[in-house]
């Protein structure tokens, strides 16, 4: 063992300083440790990824797949694999129970392959107490890393594989941006690019800015770059993704708009349709509106989170917006694009909501005519403000007030739905029907799906589709012949 230790200690010392150059030496030194293994064993290894939360955390998991398949292993459809991370979500509590609670079946894996290396990373790692917990209570999990420095996964997988002990590298805050490392997509046609980290809002019932550290933009050539990448791959759309998309760029050595960044990534050629999440109303911009309203690419779909249709309400969850305000901006969309979908977040229960705030957000729900909204019962995050505050709302209350807001969301939802029946639109198709496969599934450009009778010879495409019915949050359509 002491020998043992000794040889990675000089391997480290060996490693080049400069990122990623450090990172490629390690997928390296994984992938010889693999090679043996594999040799061994008489078959090639496995892993597996579990991944919670948002879009960031799914990019996340791309990223560490890319890492994982040039080190050698092999993707499974099982958590019985030889490498398994969990790339956890601590937005709400119960994204947390989730994870813990699959977490143990683990275990019986690893009795079976004691070489299986289980690793957790993600936004619940950022919190100290649930490290901790991992630590002593799930002792099984072998490497635990946050979210500022999940480019090193082949750095910390090297040292547990060659020193055969826990690796635990939690890093508070960063201001790097590691660029040029691998990335898998699950999609050969459709693909997500970062481009910003972090968030600054601190909304008061938000954890996010505790666990994603301070905002911080990519440069717009790497932004480009990447893209254009992606466009020789054959990807037709791309999602731009970042807490707050609208205030891209203004910490950057040569600030430039969210804007004039779409504007830059619709020259691309090949890039048919651009999406991006999320906006913040209190950031977004006349220039937005019109570089949107101006573009063939920029879909038509707005998610626009609104969280409370109270002003009162929205001032103590520090949104810096009022309820005119918000709808103030819905009608300058509207008047710009009159064809847009308009889709939101809302959460029910924030600490002092009373039955006349409940109205307002009921009241928002029908002004501005959402597609569709998630809801979300509010749930204390500690270290947030909203935790602190006095006027928790009884449970009954809550889930009374949830009902009725689905209701009212439902209503307006099937509408809203409604309105493109016996049109014919441009649709991406994603792949058959999950539950039919002589059907396919696609996209509109404002986000609705629709299915309709094709071969697979069409995914990936766009192609124009008649919507014959509509069935509230789908249509049903056929292919055009014209
Ligand atoms: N950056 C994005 C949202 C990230 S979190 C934005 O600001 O729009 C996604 C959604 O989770 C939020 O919009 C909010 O509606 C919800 N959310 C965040 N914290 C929550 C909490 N403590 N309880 C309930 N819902 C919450
Ligand atoms: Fe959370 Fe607000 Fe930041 Fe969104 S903008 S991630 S809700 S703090
Ligand atoms: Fe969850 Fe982290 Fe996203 S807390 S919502 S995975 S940024």
Same mark, same amino acid.
């Not at 936004?123 to 919190?127: I, Y």
């Not at 505050?389 to 709302?393: A, L, P, S, V």
């Not at 409604?418 to 029946?421: D, F, I, Q």
């Given at each position: 063992m002491i020998d043992n230790r000794t040889e990675v200690d000089v391997e480290m010392q060996e490693a080049p300083e400069e990122e990623p150059a450090r990172q490629r030496f390690f997928i390296k030194k994984c992938r010889e440790l693999l090679q043996k293994r594999e040799q061994e064993l008489g078959r090639k290894l496995t892993f597996h990824d579990q991944t919670f939360g948002c879009q960031m955390n799914f990019k996340d998991s791309e990223k560490l797949n890319g890492i994982l398949e040039e080190i050698g292993y092999v993707p499974v459809n099982s958590e019985d694999a030889d490498f398994v991370y969990y790339n956890t979500c601590t937005v709400r509590e119960n994204a947390n129970v989730r994870v813990y609670g699959r977490l143990g079946t683990l275990k019986t894996y690893k009795k079976k392959n004691p070489d299986m290396v289980i690793a957790m990373c993600g936004?619940?790692?950022? %919190?100290e107490e649930e490290v901790q917990k991992v630590k002593e209570v799930y002792k099984f999990v072998d490497v635990v890393f946050g979210t500022h420095n999940i480019f090193k996964l082949a750095e910390l997988l090297y040292q547990c594989l060659s020193t055969k002990r826990r690796v635990f590298d939690i890093w508070e805050k960063t201001d790097l941006i590691i660029e040029d490392l691998p990335s898998d997509r699950k999609l050969k046609f459709k693909a997500g690019v970062n481009i910003m980290f972090g968030c600054n809002n601190f909304c008061s019932y938000c954890i996010v800015p505790y666990v994603r550290g301070r905002e911080r933009s990519r440069k717009p050539e790497d932004i480009v770059a990447e893209v254009e990448c992606l466009a020789k791959e054959g990807v037709v759309e791309i999602m731009l993704l970042g807490q707050n998309v609208n205030s891209y760029g203004k910490t950057l050595e040569h600030p430039i708009t969210f804007a004039e960044l779409l504007r830059r990534v619709e020259q691309v050629d090949g890039i048919e349709r651009i999406r991006f999440m999320t906006s913040h109303p209190k950031d977004l911009s006349e220039e937005l509106i019109s570089v949107m309203a101006a573009s063939k690419k920029v879909c038509r779909h707005l998610h626009l989170p609104v969280q409370s249709g109270s002003s009162r309400l929205l001032e103590k969850m520090n949104r810096k917006y009022t309820k005119e305000q918000y709808l103030e901006l819905v009608g300058k969309l509207r008047e710009a694009m009159p064809d847009l979908s308009l889709t939101t977040d809302i959460i029910v229960g924030f600490p002092g909501e009373t039955e006349e705030d409940f109205q307002e957000t009921l009241d928002m729900v029908r002004k501005a005519r959402y597609d569709s909204a998630f809801t979300f019962i509010y749930s204390k995050r500690s270290g947030t403000p909203a935790a602190e505050? %006095? %006027?928790?709302?009884p449970e009954d209350v809550v889930h009374d007030r949830f009902d009725r807001l689905l209701k009212v969301v439902g209503e307006v939802a099937k509408e809203r739905n409604?309105?493109?029946?016996g049109k014919t639109e441009l649709v991406l198709v994603e792949g058959p029907d999950e539950k039919d496969d002589t059907m396919m599934t696609g996209r509109l450009s404002n986000n609705n799906v629709v299915h309709f009778k094709a071969d697979a010879s069409v995914i990936g495409k766009i192609v124009p589709v008649v919507l014959e019915e509509a069935k509230g949050f789908y249509y049903l359509g056929r292919l055009s012949n014209g």
């Open positions: 936004c619940m790692m950022q %919190e505050m %006095e %006027e928790q709302i409604a309105r493109l029946k």
